[in-house]
T-cell receptor, first 114, second 110 residues
């Protein structure tokens, strides 16, 4: 079956703009998590959605938000972009209720803020 | 959430067995140990998960001693394509956070 897909794969934005990233989980997976990966901070958890509800949230400012649709597809939005938001944004889905279950990661969206 | 400690980097040669050890001294009773592999510009990939003793699948083995304060990921007969970063995670189902550490950068040489 198809894996986790993320769109777009690459994105260049300017400081102050906003961006929306999309994630389609594996069919049947109801949990979607988002991560930010940078060389300096590594992989950091942003938030997790399950059945259209945000279930967990990491330590990121309110400029980072997300949502999940009834078909489990998820979007994350970053408003008022800063240079430090340049990163690889990864989406992961899992089958069960528990987030520590095996997660399947997408290829990521590489965001560059100039 | 149990803190984990892994070596920053390791080198190996093709065909050798590689063992990467992760320390997690304050692991809780309900915690599982999970390992992920990540190649550059790709998302991490689940390798193996265990609770105690030994778990083996088609790509790796995971050894967990009785006190569960550490675990060892064993990769048999590595190849150049095993060059990647390996992450050890410890946590329980339903944990509010899934924290990746710095991982171990494994370089396999010909």
């Amino acid at each position: 079956k198809a894996g986790v897909t993320q769109t777009p794969r690459y994105l260049i934005k300017t400081r102050g703009q906003q961006v929306t990233l999309s994630c389609s989980p594996i069919s049947g997976h109801r949990s979607v998590s988002w991560y930010q990966q940078t060389p300096g901070q590594g992989l950091q958890f942003l938030f997790e959605y399950f059945s259209e509800t945000q279930r967990n949230k990491g330590n990121f400012p309110g400029r980072f938000s997300g949502r999940q649709f009834s078909n489990s597809r998820s979007e994350m939005n970053v408003s008022t972009l800063e240079l430090g938001d340049s990163a690889l944004y990864l989406c992961a889905s899992s089958l069960a209720n528990a987030r520590f279950d095996e997660q399947y990661f997408g290829p990521g969206t590489r965001l560059t803020v100039t | 959430l149990a803190k984990t400690t892994q070596p920053i980097s390791m080198d190996s040669y093709e065909g050798q067995e590689v063992n990467i050890t992760c320390s997690h001294n304050n692991i809780a009773t309900n915690d599982y140990i999970t390992w992920y592999q990540q190649f550059p510009s790709q998302g991490p990939r689940f390798i193996i998960q265990g609770y105690k003793t030994k778990v083996t699948n088609e790509v790796a083995s995971l050894f967990i001693p009785a006190d569960r304060k550490s675990s060892t990921l064993s990769l048999p007969r590595v190849s150049l394509s095993d060059t990647a970063v390996y992450y050890c995670l410890v946590g329980a189902q339903g944990d509010n956070d899934m924290r990746f550490g710095a991982g171990t950068r494994l370089t396999v040489k010909p």
